[in-house]
């Protein structure tokens, strides 16, 4: 489970909104499906956040979230399977509302963020 609360749709999610096309970068976006554009977007790190949720011994949920975040969408509105979103999170960026939890998340027992330093994800058809 330690490397794995990354790969989830809530990245895919939060990370579509957060795209910016490397060729339009200063444009103004749209909120209609039928207007998006095939190319290649990059993340805009500094208004992208990754969110997750883990359950905590089975009985208390804990949300926190990744901020930094890079990488790129490569996208084709007429072939959907062609998608594909790299993502790269620096682990030492893990926030949760509890300090003490966001030091074992960085910790040897979870995320090991000094043996891994970023979390890097693929997305798969």
């Not at 790269?88 to 926030?95: A, H, I, Y």
Request: aromatic content about 8%; hydrophobic content about 40%; glycine content about 6%.
């Amino acid at each position: 489970m330690r490397k794995t609360l990354l790969a989830s749709a809530t990245l895919i999610t939060a990370l579509a909104a957060a795209v910016v096309p490397q060729a339009h970068a200063q444009q103004g976006g749209t909120s209609d499906p039928k207007a998006v554009q095939a190319g290649s977007y990059a993340i805009e790190p500094y208004h992208t956040q990754v969110g997750f949720t883990l359950l905590h011994m089975g009985f208390t949920n804990f949300s926190g979230s990744f901020s930094q975040a890079t990488g790129s969408l490569t996208l084709d509105p007429a072939h959907l399977e062609k998608t594909v979103l790299d993502v790269t999170l620096p682990v030492d960026s893990v926030q949760t509302t509890v300090a003490k939890l966001d030091e074992e998340l960085k910790g040897a027992d979870w995320f090991d963020a000094k043996k891994f330093p970023t979390a890097h994800f693929v997305s798969t058809m």
